[in-house]
C-alpha cells in the first residue's frame, strides 16, 4: 500500500532560521500531495497541497514543490518563527482513497 | 460552519467500560473517517465511512464499531476499553469522489485515557 516516510524529529530551530522537512512517498497511480499541521492541543488543519508534477504549494511562508521523478514533496521555509512549533504531516491522496499520513516530524522553535 | 465537531475532549475509562465518541460534521461532506494518534505512530485510520450507510474498516479496526445512519454524524464505539486503546482520536470529513484536490477536514480531538 501507499506510505510515507518523514525525517525523525524533533527538529529544533531558533527563530528565523531556514526549514526543510524531508517527506518521500510511496503511491499507485499521481497521487495528490499535501501538508498537514498540528498545533498543540488541536486537530489538524490543511498547510498548502500539491496536485500535480512540478507544482508548488505555498501558504503562511512555507512551500513544498511536486516533484515526481523522486517522489517527494519537502517541506521549507525560509525563516521560521516560534508560532510556527508544530507537528507537521506528509500525505499522498489517491482519489477515491483514504489519506495516507507520515509520522509526523516536531518543530521547535525557540526565541 | 461549525466545521467537525467532536465530544467529549477528555475522557478516563476503566479497563472493560464501553463508551461512545461522538462526531458531526455540518459541511455536508459523505466522507468521514476515525483515526488514532500514538506517540511515533502518526495517525491510523481506524473506520471509515463514504456515506449514510455505508461503512468500512481502516488499518487498526479491532475494539471499535461505527455506524452512519445520517450524513452529518459518525460515532465511535468502544465494546470494552483496553489500556491499549489510550490515545488521541480525530475524527475528520471531506467531500468523496469529486476529484483528488479534496481537503480533509478534522476535529479538535478526543483525548481517551483507559485505566
Known amino acids: 500500500g501507499d506510505s510515507v516516510t518523514q525525517m525523525e524529529g524533533p527538529v529544533t530551530l531558533s527563530e528565523e532560521a531556514f526549514l526543510t522537512i524531508n517527506c518521500t512517498y510511496t503511491?499507485?497511480?499521481?497521487?495528490?500531495l499535501f501538508w498537514y499541521v498540528q498545533y498543540p492541543g488541536e486537530g489538524l488543519q490543511l498547510l498548502l497541497k500539491a496536485t500535480k508534477a512540478d507544482d508548488k504549494g505555498s501558504n503562511k511562508g512555507f512551500e513544498a514543490t511536486y516533484r515526481k521523478e523522486t517522489t517527494s514533496f519537502h517541506l521549507e521555509k525560509g525563516s521560521v518563527q516560534v508560532s510556527d512549533s508544530a507537528v507537521y504531516f506528509c500525505a499522498p491522496y489517491n482519489y477515491g482513497q483514504n489519506f495516507v499520513f507520515g509520522p509526523g516530524t516536531r518543530l521547535s522553535v525557540l526565541p | 460552519n461549525a466545521g467537525v465537531t467532536q465530544t467529549p475532549k477528555f475522557q478516563v475509562l476503566k479497563t472493560g467500560q464501553s463508551m461512545t465518541l461522538q462526531c458531526a460534521q455540518d459541511m455536508n461532506h459523505e466522507y468521514m473517517s476515525w483515526y488514532r494518534q500514538d506517540p511515533g505512530m502518526g495517525l491510523r485510520l481506524i473506520h471509515y465511512s463514504v456515506g449514510a450507510g455505508i461503512t468500512d474498516q481502516g488499518e487498526v479496526p479491532n475494539g471499535y464499531n461505527v455506524s452512519r445512519s445520517t450524513t452529518e454524524d459518525f460515532p465511535l464505539r468502544l465494546l470494552s476499553a483496553a489500556p491499549s486503546q489510550t490515545s488521541v482520536y480525530f475524527c475528520?470529513?471531506?467531500?468523496?469522489?469529486?476529484?483528488?484536490?479534496?481537503?480533509?477536514?478534522f476535529g479538535p480531538g478526543t483525548r481517551l485515557t483507559v485505566l
Open positions: 475528520a470529513s471531506r467531500k468523496h469522489g469529486v476529484s483528488s484536490y479534496n481537503e480533509q477536514f
Open positions: 503511491a499507485t497511480g499521481y497521487p495528490s
